[in-house]
């Protein structure tokens, strides 16, 4: 008999598991089925590497930039680390500055 108990809890577990993975009617157009792999459909593509992180220091301050571990005076994607901040990166090239924040990719050429 303690089968028929097991059997019956695998049935319930699994219909809960079932009515919890069901999008709801409202806003399913913002889900993404989790088993297709690659960016949704009209996502835009970003060209160059992003800040994905900062190694704070006040000695020796680091940056993940794409797979790069980048410091003061480094040069990434044709720009130089200018400064390296708590939460932002400066780059620049040429005459052109910019501020990076974590999550943002590098400007274009």
């Known amino acids: 008999m303690p089968e028929r108990g097991f059997l019956l809890t695998a049935l319930l577990l699994g219909g809960a598991l079932l009515g919890a993975s069901r999008p709801s009617e409202a806003g399913s157009d913002d889900l993404r089925d989790p088993f297709v792999f690659g960016p949704r459909e009209g996502a835009v593509r970003q060209t160059g590497p ?56 590098l400007p274009p050429d």
């Open 50 to 105: 992003s800040l994905i992180g900062i190694l704070w220091d006040t000695t020796r301050p680091l940056a993940m930039v794409g797979d790069e571990m980048v410091g003061v005076g480094d040069t990434v994607a044709g720009w130089t680390v200018v400064q390296i901040q708590e939460g932002a990166l400066v780059i620049r090239r040429d005459d052109r500055q910019e501020v990076i924040t974590p999550g943002t990719a």
